[in-house]
């Protein structure tokens, strides 16, 4: 079993900034991230993809997010960050972490609120 473990969270104005990060790590056995992450569900929407590393190492954003999120990543820490400037209202979800390990299949954090007031 896989845990995921994210913090970075709050309540910010609009044009605020913040950080997540998102750790994974696997009690007493070894494993390989082929892929990991950034999703996020608005009140009311479905889950969405913010930012991603494909299991080729290159970089996935959405459209709404481009040019004022990114995401970085420390392989020797297993983890996962994703730098948030120029927050809008509309960037309030909570968000999750995900990863794909190789011969484990996915696995989700626990969710961190984002709240971006105007």
């Known amino acids: 079993q896989v845990q995921l473990v994210e913090s970075g969270g709050g309540l910010v104005q609009a044009g605020g900034s913040l950080r997540l990060s998102c750790a994974a790590s696997?009690?007493?056995?070894?494993?390989?991230?082929?892929?990991m992450g950034w999703y996020r569900q608005a009140p009311g929407k479905q889950r969405e993809l913010v930012a991603t590393?494909?299991?080729?190492?290159?970089?996935n954003y959405a459209d709404s997010v481009k040019g004022r999120f990114t995401i970085s990543r420390d392989n020797a820490k297993n983890t996962v960050y994703l730098q948030m400037n120029s927050l809008e209202p509309e960037d309030t979800a909570v968000y999750y972490c995900?990863?794909?390990?190789?011969?484990?299949?996915?696995?989700w954090g626990q969710g961190t609120q984002v709240t971006v007031s105007s």
């Open positions: 995900w990863v794909d390990v190789f011969r484990r299949g996915s696995y």
């Open positions: 590393f494909t299991s080729g190492g290159s970089t």
């Open positions: 696997a009690s007493g056995s070894i494993f390989s991230i082929n892929a």
